[in-house]
Structures are given as structure tokens and as C-alpha cells.
């Protein structure tokens, strides 16, 4: 149980150009859901707090209007990086976080290659 | 922003010996969690060590929590090739309106095991 997918794996698309991530928990109703990015060799960093039928929470230096999050159902969020640029290529990661409890399940990470 | 420090930032040992990684953080939590990482993979939950307690163990993985050092350490006993991977801390805080732990991740330690 507990399993968290993201669409697409891994996705190279041109500057300029919009890309959406999906983030689904297969098992269980997600009540929050947290996005990550992460660089080679460096560690994960928070971009986004989401709650169902809420707006994101953003954390500081990341751009809300670049990085558009929408947590429309319990089972899905979706990170939409608009206008992307070769410096967004980058792993992003979402986890899910059930009802109650501390802990979150993790997607397997979509890798952006923006050319 | 990340509070986790880790140490070392890589690590090599033979397989059948002792592999220990330490986490120091900053501000005050309610849980610490280590994760590992496979190259360009997503996350595998380890362990959770909550603030109230100072030592778990599961299999062959033993983690030490020391609130007032701010400190963590996970050792991993009789290492094998497959724990090859990188290895995460996580502080976690309750959020308020959140349901899970607003993580922060430590930079991480690269173990290599050798076969």
C-alpha cells in the first residue's frame, strides 16, 4: 500500500514551453502533497505545501506565477512549470501525506530536461 | 532552507563492515527521518525517530536521536553491495493546517559499498 506515482517519468521539451507533472497517490486520499526539486548530486528542496481545494503554500525564492501547483482531488496534484527555461531542468519529486500521521510517501520523481 | 548538515558527504566501505552517517539540524522538531535515494530514483522511507525518542532499530539499521546535540546518526550493520545509494535526513514539523511533516533534508551522504 501507500503508493505514489508521477506522470511523466521524464519529459525534455523546449524553452518556452509549458510542462505539467502529475502526482497521484494510487491507494490512499491524500490530504497534503509536497513538491520537491532537486539538483545532481544535491539534496531535495521544498518548492510547495499543498492541501486539497486550497491554495499552495510556496516556499521562499520559489516563483508561484513559474510554478503553478493545483491539488484538485485527494488522490491528485499537478506542477505545471510554465514558461520553461534550461535552468528549471531539474528531478522533481512529490510526496503524499494521508489524513493523519507524520508520514510521507514518495513519487518516483519526474526529470525535466529543458533545451 | 536546509538545516541538515551531514557527515561525510561520501563514504566507502567493504561490504560486511559498519557504515555510519550523522545528521546535525538547526531548529527545533517533532520528528527525523533518514531516506535513500538510488541514482535518479525517488525516496525509500527508512526509519522515523520522533523527538521523544532516542534510539530505533529496524533490521539492520540502528538510528540515534540527540535533541539536545541536535544530532542524528543511522548506522547501518553489515553493509552489502545493494546499500549503495545516498542517504537522507529529514527534520519534520507538524505544519498547522497540514497533515503530514513539513520535511527539510539534510545534503546527504553518498554510501558505496564494495563488494
Known amino acids: 500500500g501507500a503508493v505514489v506515482s508521477q506522470h511523466p517519468s521524464w519529459v525534455i521539451c523546449k524553452s518556452g514551453t509549458s510542462v505539467k507533472i502529475e502526482c497521484r497517490s494510487l491507494?490512499?486520499?491524500?490530504?497534503?502533497m509536497f513538491w520537491y526539486r532537486q539538483f545532481p548530486k544535491q539534496s531535495l528542496m521544498l518548492m510547495a505545501t499543498?492541501?486539497?481545494?486550497?491554495?499552495?503554500?510556496?516556499e521562499q525564492g520559489v516563483e508561484k506565477d513559474k510554478f503553478l501547483i493545483n491539488h484538485a482531488s485527494l488522490t491528485l496534484s499537478t506542477l505545471t512549470v510554465t514558461s520553461a527555461h534550461p535552468e528549471d531542468s531539474s528531478f522533481y519529486i512529490c510526496?503524499?501525506?494521508?489524513?493523519?500521521?507524520?508520514?510521507?510517501?514518495f513519487g518516483p520523481g519526474t526529470r525535466l530536461l529543458v533545451l | 532552507s536546509q538545516q541538515g548538515e551531514e557527515d561525510p558527504q561520501a563514504l566507502s566501505i567493504q561490504e560486511g563492515e559498519n557504515a555510519t552517517m550523522n545528521c546535525s539540524y538547526k531548529?527545533?522538531?517533532?520528528?527525523l527521518q533518514w531516506y535513500r535515494q538510488n541514482s535518479g530514483r525517488g525516496l525509500v522511507h527508512l526509519i522515523l525517530?520522533?523527538?521523544?525518542?532516542r534510539e530505533k532499530h529496524s533490521g539492520r539499521l540502528r538510528v540515534t536521536l540527540d535533541t539536545s546535540k541536535k544530532s542524528s546518526s543511522l548506522l547501518i550493520t553489515a553493509s552489502r553491495a545493494a546499500d549503495t545509494a545516498s542517504y537522507f535526513c529529514?527534520?519534520?514539523?507538524?505544519?498547522?493546517?497540514?497533515?503530514?511533516?513539513?520535511?527539510?533534508f539534510g545534503e546527504g551522504t553518498q554510501l558505496t559499498v564494495n563488494p
Open positions: 510526496s503524499a501525506a494521508p489524513g493523519q500521521g507524520e508520514t510521507q510517501y
Open positions: 491507494d490512499f486520499q491524500a490530504t497534503t
Open positions: 499543498s492541501n486539497e481545494g486550497s491554495k499552495a503554500t510556496y
Open positions: 531548529t527545533s522538531i517533532n520528528n
Open positions: 525517530i520522533r523527538s521523544n525518542e
Open positions: 529529514a527534520t519534520g514539523r507538524a505544519g498547522k493546517e497540514t497533515s503530514g511533516s513539513r520535511l527539510t
